[in-house]
């Protein structure tokens, strides 16, 4: 037998055409009209007027006009809630179900932004957290997802402070996490309760996609899903890539995302410790994308560079003090410009300083320019002591990728590092 929608039904009252008028504005004057749906035109010239189902306690009958209590089967909806934001149709459907029960608690208990992957959307961390929404059981979450106009959920933890980032998320409804988000045409697939993904990130995906890697071999460190291994490989023309993960989660996302682009010909994916990769003189870039520092991983970097040196692209998190310097230093040239930043197809705001007023141009901050120039004097350390001979290192480019909190940047420096030809 085929399974049916189950009808909606909704309280109305019922007056002759003449009253309706008068009806109308005593429910206004009340707030028991049920401004979601339209008014609905009766047999015999009469018209129904929805009212709320939550307030059908306090419903009257006036007695100076004739109407009628009846309910509406499948009601069309009004204007106002056919222009109805995705939050304001959650709060009243959330509103109808609990009927005399909501209140002003449960209101800001419901979120007001989301992460859509796909069919599945993921809540905040700090959203459904009231004693009361658990007693409604499973039909919570199904009347969630209906207003999302969603199939799964699931919803959002702190990171574990595992040294993965793993992410603490529980499924609320559907089978599994497996989604599949699409940035600059490459498409990621991946567990949403085992890996993390960062929207926030993508305009420095667009700038990997930009780089002139023709032929050259890469070595991402820090690979996790893909999200720089694969803008390398898919746009900017690696020839080869070794990627480097340690989440067994993130492997598996891995391993899918290099087959659904076609690339995993091109790469060699490193299950383990990336301290401990056996890799020497195969490099033509590392990437170390690892925040709040990549630290770690500049010896390895060093070691991985071919004899005839390459190109690190150094994340870290820099802290800039809030002074009123009236000039910045002018950021030097990078190899490609980065693109403008791509709105992220997510639903969730994310964080900028000062509200997201705050523009990241083109131009850098003077702390920017000495941790630019302190990691440059490091890593030419580093190589004369593991590499036996002394190396020039060069400032390409410093690319802000975002602010993680007031003062506080996501910053990249792509670093040219050559061996100093022997006079």
């Not at 900017?236 to 076609?262: D, P, Q, S, T």
């Amino acid at each position: 037998m085929e399974g049916r929608d189950v009808p909606i039904l909704i309280p109305a009252l019922a007056t002759e055409q003449r009253f309706a008028q008068r009806l109308r504005e005593c429910l206004e004057e009340e707030q028991l009209l049920d401004g979601r749906y339209r008014f609905q035109e009766l047999p015999g010239g009469r018209v129904a007027l929805p009212v709320l189902e939550e307030k059908l306690s306090r419903l009257w009958l006036p007695q100076d006009m004739p109407c009628e209590l009846l309910r509406i089967q499948d009601p069309v909806p009004s204007r106002a809630a056919r222009r109805r934001t995705p939050a304001q149709k959650l709060r009243d459907e959330l509103q109808q179900l609990l009927g005399e029960s909501w209140s002003e608690e449960l209101e800001c208990d419901v979120p007001h932004a989301w992460q859509r992957h796909g069919d599945l959307v993921l809540l905040s961390e700090d959203s459904f957290r009231a004693v009361a929404w658990e007693k409604l059981g499973p039909v919570l979450w199904e009347t969630v997802a209906s207003a999302l106009g969603a199939q799964r959920l699931a919803r959002r933890g702190r990171v574990l402070p595992d040294g993965m980032r793993s992410p603490s998320v529980t499924l609320l409804l559907g089978q599994d996490g497996w989604v599949e988000h699409v940035d600059n045409g490459i498409r990621y697939t991946f567990d949403v309760t085992k890996c993390m993904f960062s929207p926030g990130n993508i305009t420095e995906k667009l700038r990997v996609a930009s780089l002139p890697c023709s032929g050259e071999v890469l070595v991402d460190l820090y690979a996790g899903i893909g999200y720089f291994t694969l803008p390398y490989l898919v746009h900017a023309g690696a020839a080869f890539a070794h990627a480097c993960e340690w989440n067994g989660h993130a492997v598996e996302a891995l391993r899918r995302n290099l087959v659904l682009n076609g690339v995993q010909d091109r790469c060699r994916v490193h299950h383990g410790d990336s301290r401990q990769l056996d890799l020497r003189d195969v490099a033509d870039r590392v990437n170390l994308g690892l925040i709040p520092s990549s630290e770690e991983g500049w010896p390895v970097a060093c070691r991985v560079l071919k004899d005839t040196g390459g190109v690190l692209h150094i994340h870290h998190n820099v802290e800039t003090l809030p002074t009123p310097a009236p000039l910045q230093t002018q950021v030097l040239q990078a190899e490609h410009k980065s693109p403008e930043g791509a709105s992220n197809d997510g639903e969730a705001q994310h964080p900028t300083e000062d509200g997201g007023k705050e523009t990241l141009g083109a131009r850098i901050r003077p702390e920017w320019q000495r941790w630019a120039e302190a990691t440059a004097s490091r890593i030419r350390g580093l190589l004369a002591e593991l590499r036996g001979q002394q190396w020039c290192t060069s400032i390409l480019h410093i690319e802000a990728v975002k602010s993680y909190a007031p003062h506080v940047h996501h910053l990249v420096l792509d670093l040219e590092c050559r061996p100093t030809l022997p006079t």
